[in-house]
């Protein structure tokens, strides 16, 4: 298991919060029959949050990778398993 920060965590779960409200927010506005624009807006707001979400989570487990090498292995997690994660997400 690759070490990640408490403080990383948290910064990720609160934009995860984030999101969950946008995606709230775009089923209001579906409710609400906002303009398709619009809603098309916020949905791709909020895939762009998401991805940040994961950018900064495969980040995070790059520089553990990169801080101690042999245990990342140990674990699992190369920098050839991370560089994976990161494409799923490109």
């Given at each position: 298991?690759?070490?990640?920060?408490?403080?990383?965590?948290?910064?990720?779960?609160?934009?995860?919060?984030?999101i969950?409200?946008?995606?709230l927010?775009?089923?209001?506005?579906?409710?609400?029959?906002?303009?398709?624009?619009d809603?098309?807006?916020?949905?791709?707001?909020?895939?762009?949050?998401?991805?940040?979400?994961?950018?900064?989570?495969?980040?995070?487990?790059?520089?553990?990778?990169?801080?101690?090498?042999?245990?990342?292995?140990?674990?699992?997690?190369?920098?050839?398993?991370?560089?994976?994660?990161?494409?799923?997400?490109?």
């Open positions: 298991m690759i070490e990640i920060p408490d403080e990383t965590i948290e910064n990720l779960q609160v934009r995860l919060r984030r969950s409200g946008q995606i927010g775009i089923e209001k506005m579906l409710s609400d029959g906002r303009d398709c624009s809603v098309v807006n916020q949905i791709a707001a909020a895939r762009k949050a998401l991805d940040q979400v994961g950018f900064k989570l495969v980040a995070a487990g790059l520089r553990s990778c990169l801080s101690d090498p042999v245990k990342a292995q140990e674990s699992g997690y190369d920098i050839t398993q991370l560089e994976k994660m990161f494409g799923r997400l490109a």
